[in-house]
């Protein structure tokens, strides 16, 4: 029996200067370029087997088989890699996320970055990082990001060979996350859907991509100075941005539930007391805390007092993909 | 003893299409046409006597005499009537408010119009509705709406004498509002100051005011078929749009709290069972719920299983200004 195969991880990323908008559906370019903080605690690992042996494509996550949606995904993604290496195998693909999936925590982001980084070992092409940010971007947009660890941006570029992502900062420095899990429910409207109203009925839409250039310039020079009150006011304004963007919408798209605006207000409470602590939202009712890692807990903390220790994950600055 | 007395009532007003920055401060001429509803059970009463035997102004308000900030506001205004009728004597001016002040729920639109119509009659000057509108336009934007009951349209205009309310609709059939005071404090960041930040910082501005314009024509088409789906809609997503065009702002503006987005997801919910109701929200977390008036018990039992009855106020379709 001849099998190829290839194992790697991949962590997930929080943007925090957003992508919300394609400008090409099918080769995913975006409409601006963004950048997010790459987190240890939260990844996919994904095995892919490439089996003459088998008649289809399987995917399984987390133990289980997935439906058809899912899988034909999954293979319209594996395609890429069997028409550049020119095989014409079915594969075998495990997933194991540690990520929340479907929660806004972008599950999808390190999903299709760890199926990139096992797909490229499976079928021999070697790809190298770049070029590997280039096919997962293809996959899932935010997946482009999580080729890389700390600061990462990803470049809208011209063309699809020229859209890719571009470590910024290594991010070993006093720096991380707390997410809150509002709900870990699936959201009802997905980031693809939700993004494609957006651009078509937003009358904000023209102003968020141009503020979101303004935004991330300003962000490279604070994470040069490694200023985290400047990275973090940024960020908390540049999700706000996008979010007004998507209120714009016709019909309006509101992801936002009570418990996301608690958070908003002991993130407030906590900065008038001194603490330097940030919030961004994606497409779903989830918030995320930009913070020093160091002052983690102390957020931690205050968050119990309204919500579970299990809807609380504290994250640091993590790694790109590994290979396993 | 020669004195002038004017006693007169006005009512509240809540905009369906919002009054969100001024082109000229100090004329308060805004940036867009609004649409307003009034209604009849939120109301101010004021009494005003100008007295040559008094030695400056006084205000009172529900019986309190006021501070010498809001008292300045209240002779500001009284000067308007002085110039024009050419008097010299001061006032004592006496309000009573049926509408929680500064809870978002527009108690200066009542406040001023009800202090524009008792300061006509007690002046002498005999002012129209027309420039009444003018006069209370200068005390608080949304009190020029006052003048008139049902659906008023507030007309921008190009100068001082030119920025004034038209009655659209004289809001005589099936329709109200159910009103939730999510929270009765005084909100943090006044309209004056939200809505010049807004203006002066928010990369959505210009987009706001484009689409509150299209928003205006197509409610008055709605207005007149009184096809109230249409007409909440449109309401829900311009107010939306006020508050996302706030999000934009530096640093960003979020008047929600919590049960400001409970409250959006009950009327979601109601809407689904085939109830037509729609949500509007101003500089401040209440929410004004648009129904069929004779919805409004449906609607105000299914927000009594989250909220206090004192909390929840019905309102029909309230008439203009009166003489008493």
């Given at each position: 029996?001849?099998?190829?195969?290839?194992?790697?991880?991949?962590?997930?990323?929080?943007?925090?200067?957003?992508?919300?908008?394609?400008?090409?559906?099918?080769?995913?370019?975006?409409?601006?370029?963004?950048?997010?903080?790459?987190?240890?605690?939260?990844?996919?690992?994904?095995?892919?087997?490439?089996?003459?042996?088998?008649?289809?494509?399987?995917?399984?996550?987390?133990?289980?088989?997935?439906?058809?949606?899912?899988?034909?995904?999954?293979?319209?993604?594996?395609?890429?890699?069997?028409?550049?290496?020119?095989?014409?195998?079915?594969?075998?693909?495990?997933?194991?996320?540690?990520?929340?999936?479907?929660?806004?925590?972008?599950?999808?982001?390190?999903?299709?970055?760890?199926?990139?980084?096992?797909?490229?070992?499976?079928?021999?092409?070697?790809?190298?990082?770049?070029?590997?940010?280039?096919?997962?971007?293809?996959?899932?947009?935010?997946?482009?990001?999580?080729?890389?660890?700390?600061?990462?941006?990803?470049?809208?570029?011209?063309?699809?060979?020229?859209?890719?992502?571009?470590?910024?900062?290594?991010?070993?420095?006093?720096?991380g996350m707390v997410i809150v899990i509002v709900n870990p429910?699936?959201?009802?409207?997905?980031?693809?859907?939700?993004?494609?109203?957006?651009?078509?009925?937003?009358?904000?839409?023209?102003?968020?991509?141009?503020?979101?250039?303004e935004d991330l310039r300003n962000i490279k020079i604070a994470?040069?100075?490694?200023?985290?009150?400047?990275?973090?006011?940024?960020?908390?304004?540049?999700?706000f941005k996008m979010h007004a963007t998507m209120l714009g919408?016709?019909?309006?798209?509101?992801?936002?539930?009570?418990?996301?605006?608690?958070?908003?207000?002991?993130?407030?409470?906590?900065?008038?007391?001194?603490?330097?602590?940030?919030?961004?939202?994606?497409?779903?009712?989830?918030?995320?805390?930009?913070?020093?890692?160091?002052?983690?807990?102390?957020?931690?903390?205050?968050?119990?007092?309204?919500?579970?220790?299990?809807?609380?994950?504290?994250?640091?600055?993590?790694?790109?993909?590994?290979?396993?």
């Open positions: 029996m001849m099998v190829k195969i290839g194992r790697a991880r991949a962590h997930t990323n929080i943007a925090l200067i957003k992508y919300w908008g394609k400008r090409d559906e099918r080769l995913v370019l975006p409409m601006n370029s963004s950048l997010s903080l790459t987190l240890d605690s939260l990844y996919t690992e994904t095995e892919v087997v490439f089996n003459r042996d088998v008649d289809m494509d399987y995917f399984y996550l987390d133990g289980k088989i997935q439906d058809v949606e899912s899988t034909n995904r999954v293979s319209r993604f594996l395609d890429l890699f069997r028409n550049a290496a020119d095989m014409g195998e079915f594969a075998i693909v495990k997933s194991k996320n540690y990520v929340p999936t479907g929660a806004g925590l972008a599950s999808s982001a390190s999903g299709f970055a760890a199926l990139a980084a096992a797909a490229n070992i499976a079928s021999g092409l070697n790809l190298d990082d770049r070029e590997l940010s280039i096919y997962a971007r293809q996959g899932s947009g935010s997946a482009t990001r999580s080729i890389y660890g700390g600061f990462v941006e990803w470049r809208k570029g011209i063309d699809c060979w020229d859209s890719y992502a571009v470590a910024i900062d290594d991010g070993k420095w006093d720096i429910r699936e959201k009802r409207i997905s980031s693809r859907e939700g993004m494609k109203r957006t651009l078509h009925t937003s009358p904000f839409y023209g102003s968020w991509v141009e503020s979101a250039k994470i040069e100075e490694r200023d985290i009150e400047s990275i973090g006011r940024i960020a908390e304004s540049n999700s919408a016709n019909p309006p798209l509101l992801y936002w539930e009570p418990e996301t605006i608690e958070v908003m207000e002991i993130v407030h409470e906590l900065r008038e007391q001194g603490l330097p602590c940030y919030f961004t939202m994606d497409a779903g009712p989830n918030v995320k805390i930009l913070c020093r890692l160091s002052d983690a807990e102390r957020i931690r903390s205050s968050l119990e007092q309204v919500f579970k220790p299990e809807q609380i994950i504290v994250a640091g600055s993590g790694p790109g993909i590994a290979i396993l």
